[in-house]
């Protein structure tokens, strides 16, 4: 069936609003047990906010998930230049299915750019101001950085995912990190028009993804999105977008069995790649 079946029609590229200037900018992520990786996120915007954009940063969450609550009331209590935090608390069954917030996002957003991300990205030096150069009278579906900076995949023990007893702002060493070129626009890395965003969602009419779920599902969604555009994405030049990779998903049940086959896998994957 074609795309259109599942979505709203797209709006007309003659339509829709070539910004330029000062632009304004939604980044969207989840955390589920991952609140030693959101602390480098949202570090990152503290050292380094954007000065050629004005940024809301919003995090679905569950409030049962303590660690998560205790890094977002931390960081909301300070006052960055540009930035808007928003905080999103959801019960679990809609979290763990990523696209339920995404669309609420998608739906609801102000910004003339939307980017759906991940909360084990970093947005470093120069990131946004660099995004805001390069989406300046821009007015494509979807982009991403054709460029990021990883690390090796980490172990659970590596001092990098030990989480500080308080949360508190850090910084991430650079020199873990080398450069990895990207060739589509993977669920961390949609960077979606406003208009389009509005206009349609994500994934808002394709009933799965929007469905509850018991437990984090794999986050096929980005793919079925690519498809409902079109596109995979147009590549631009963003500096200081880093990510950090590990084995231990927080995401999933920490005592199953599919666990310990999945951290198997990226275990054996991990000494491939070395």
Not at 13 to 19: C, H, L, S, Y
Not at 28 to 39: A, I
Not at 112 to 139: P, R, Y
Not at 245 to 265: C, L, M, P
Request: with cysteine; hydrophobic share 35%; aromatic share 10%.
């Amino acid at each position: 069936m074609p795309a259109s079946f599942y979505r709203r029609p797209l709006p007309d590229v003659a339509t829709r609003q070539a910004k330029t200037g000062h632009l304004t900018l939604e980044i969207v992520s989840h955390c589920w047990q991952y609140s030693h990786m959101l602390v480098y996120q949202l570090s990152s915007f503290v050292n380094y906010p954007p000065k050629d954009l004005s940024l809301t940063v919003t995090v679905f969450y569950s409030p049962e998930d303590v660690g998560t609550q205790k890094t977002l009331d931390m960081f909301g209590k300070l006052q960055v230049e540009n930035v808007i935090w928003n905080w999103q608390p959801m019960e679990k069954p809609k979290l763990v299915r990523r696209a339920i917030g995404r669309n609420m996002s998608a739906l609801a957003t102000k910004a003339d750019w939307i980017w759906f991300t991940d909360c084990d990205i970093i947005f470093h030096e120069n990131c946004l101001d660099s995004l805001a150069s390069q989406l300046q009278g821009k007015t494509d579906t979807l982009y991403f950085p054709k460029e990021i900076q990883v690390t090796d995949i980490l172990e659970e023990n590596d001092p990098l995912l030990q989480a500080k007893e308080e949360p508190q702002v850090i910084d991430v060493d650079t020199n873990s990190f080398q450069s990895y070129a990207r060739q589509k626009a993977i669920g961390p890395y949609q960077i979606v028009h406003g208009d389009v965003a509005r206009a349609i969602g994500y994934c808002d009419e394709v009933r799965i993804f929007q469905t509850e779920s018991d437990r984090w599902r794999k986050t096929y969604e980005d793919t079925a999105f690519r498809w409902l555009v079109g596109s995979d994405g147009v590549p631009i030049a963003v500096d200081g977008v880093f990510q950090i990779r590990h084995i231990q998903k927080g995401r999933y049940d920490q005592n199953s069995k599919i666990t310990e086959v999945r951290i198997a896998t990226r275990k054996v994957q991990k000494k491939i790649a070395d």
